[in-house]
């Protein structure tokens, strides 16, 4: 069987990684996880049949596994972070079909996919309740010449850090539910980091809970799913000025532009106070079918009207993919007012019963 390990650095000529007596290869990317993903691409594993979702949990499935292995309790650099963090953006490109980094942070929070920073912080932190194997191992590691700066490691996680200090000093007072609570508020804090970075307008005009978005699951059409995710993700970009498709004007092609080109605010009946009217629907989906009877009345109404303006404005800002007049209003978002409200089957008359 090949081994190999992952790291950006050599390792001392005296330390040099073994398994059983035999000398470990180094590699510096994982060269064979994206090789996994073309593999499973060329099985027909792909985003396009599987869908997103289901693409993205395979990935979280078979794929990040491999990169996690010895994750926990290894001692990485700013340059083995960057490398991991690469190799999980190129399985994301690959599902979500954009070729920049700039929407990764956006593919993230619709997935509830943690970066590799936050996934490294909690795997530390599992590994350190009384009923794990490391903290057994921890004062053996401390005497250990090269495992002793794993205390320090310990130190500067921040999910430990944040559960009380008197618990930090005994390990026996750290139960899992005290755990799964601090690394949720953890997750929490760095995405309201992350929101508050500069360029992350699109990323603050998301969900602000955690969990995955509903528009990766909720029943769509394969393009209105499209169309919802793109807008999340940002697929109207300025381009140079040109003639409007829709109003015919020359202008940037920009959001804004094609918002108040398809007079979205009044279309959607959302005040104008509102900068972004469409996000601000998709931020209300529900997750479950609504019970009242006015919740079911608006989502008939505005869901079907929604995947309209998302099609009109896509057929204004990309022309060439569109032969053929636009459908009606109401050629939209069946699927979903099925969900919210299925269709009634009739009772079967007593007489066709087998009794
Ligand atoms: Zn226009």
Redo the contacts with the bound molecule.
């Keep these: 069987m090949k081994r190999i390990y992952m790291s950006m650095t050599d390792p001392p000529p005296n330390q040099l990684p073994q398994l059983y007596g035999v000398n470990l290869q180094r590699a510096t990317k994982f060269t064979y996880l994206v090789s996994a993903m073309n593999i499973m691409a060329s099985i027909g594993v792909r985003a396009r049949c599987l869908g997103k979702l289901l693409s993205t949990r395979l990935y979280r499935q078979f794929i990040r596994p491999k990169m996690e292995y010895g994750m926990a309790i290894a001692k990485l650099n700013r340059d083995d972070y960057n490398i991991l963090q690469e190799t999980q953006n190129t399985c994301l490109r690959k599902i979500y079909g954009t070729k920049t980094n700039h929407s990764m942070a956006i593919i993230h929070h619709l997935a509830n996919l943690e970066f590799i920073v936050d996934r490294v912080t909690t795997l530390q932190a599992k590994f350190m309740p009384d009923d794990a194997l490391f903290p057994t191992l921890l004062p053996q590691a401390r005497q250990t010449k090269g495992l002793r700066s794993w205390t320090s490691v310990i130190r500067k996680n921040k999910i430990w850090q944040s559960l009380d200090t008197t618990t930090q000093l005994d390990h026996h007072m750290v139960t899992n539910s005290g755990l799964k609570t601090a690394i949720k508020q953890h997750i929490k804090s760095t995405h309201i980091q992350r929101c508050q970075r500069k360029n992350s307008k699109l990323l603050n005009q998301c969900r602000q809970q955690l969990g995955i978005d509903p528009i990766l699951w909720l029943p769509m059409t394969s393009i209105e799913h499209n169309l919802c995710i793109h807008y999340r993700l940002g697929w109207i970009t300025n381009h140079q000025q040109q003639p409007?498709?829709?109003?015919?004007?020359t202008?940037h092609?920009s959001k804004q532009?094609?918002l108040?080109?398809?007079r979205v605010h009044t279309f959607l009946s959302i005040p104008k106070n509102i900068s972004d009217p469409i996000s601000f629907i998709l931020n209300r989906l529900p997750k479950t079918p609504p019970t009242s009877y006015q919740k079911r009345v608006y989502w008939k109404i505005i869901w079907p009207k929604l995947s309209y303006i998302l099609h009109q404005l896509h057929r204004?800002y990309r022309p060439e993919y569109y032969t053929t007049p636009s459908p009606p209003t109401n050629q939209f978002g069946h699927l979903l007012l099925q969900w919210i409200e299925p269709p009634l089957v009739p009772h079967a008359s007593p007489s066709n019963l087998n009794l």
């Design positions: 409007c498709p829709n109003c015919h004007q202008t092609l532009h094609l108040s080109c398809h204004t």
